[in-house]
C-alpha cells in the first residue's frame, strides 16, 4: 500500500510560490484562468485540486508541474527511488531540485510504452 500524499507540504508549497511572487489570490487567478475561490481553498486545505488545476498553476508560475506536485512525497521516500529504471540505469529522483522532463513516449513493436527521458 502506497503511503499517504503529503497534501500539507502541496499547499504550503503553493502559498511559499505565491509569496516569493507577490502574488495576490485575485493576480494568481487572473494569470492561472482558475477561480479565486479555487486558489484559497488549495491554499487552506479544503481540497487538493485536479491535474489541471496544478496543470494552469504550473503555468501560471512558469516552473515544471514536479516542482508544484512533488512536495507530495516530501514526508516519505518517494516511488521510482528503489531498484531501477530503464535497463538497469538508477532510477530518476522526483524531488524539485531534480526535476524530470518526459522527452517523449514511443510505442515498442509489444505495444509497451517506453519512455525517454532527459534529465536536469
Known amino acids: 500500500m502506497p503511503p499517504d500524499p503529503d497534501l500539507t507540504a502541496l499547499r504550503v508549497n503553493l502559498a511559499r510560490l505565491r509569496g516569493e ?40 508560475f512558469d516552473v515544471p508541474i514536479e516542482r508544484l506536485l512533488g512536495a ?3 514526508d516519505h521516500t518517494p516511488p521510482g527511488t528503489h531498484g531501477t529504471w ?25 505495444s509497451e510504452i517506453t519512455r525517454s527521458i532527459a534529465l536536469g
Open 21 to 60: 511572487r507577490g502574488w495576490t489570490f485575485d493576480e494568481l487567478a487572473g494569470r492561472s484562468g482558475l477561480a479565486r475561490r479555487t486558489l484559497i481553498d488549495l491554499e487552506h486545505g479544503r481540497t487538493s485540486g485536479t491535474v489541471t488545476t496544478w496543470h494552469a498553476l504550473a503555468h501560471a
Open 72 to 74: 507530495l512525497c516530501d
Open 86 to 110: 530503464h535497463l538497469g540505469t538508477p532510477a530518476p529522483s522526483h524531488r524539485a531540485d531534480h526535476p524530470i522532463w518526459w522527452a517523449g513516449i514511443e510505442r515498442n513493436a509489444a
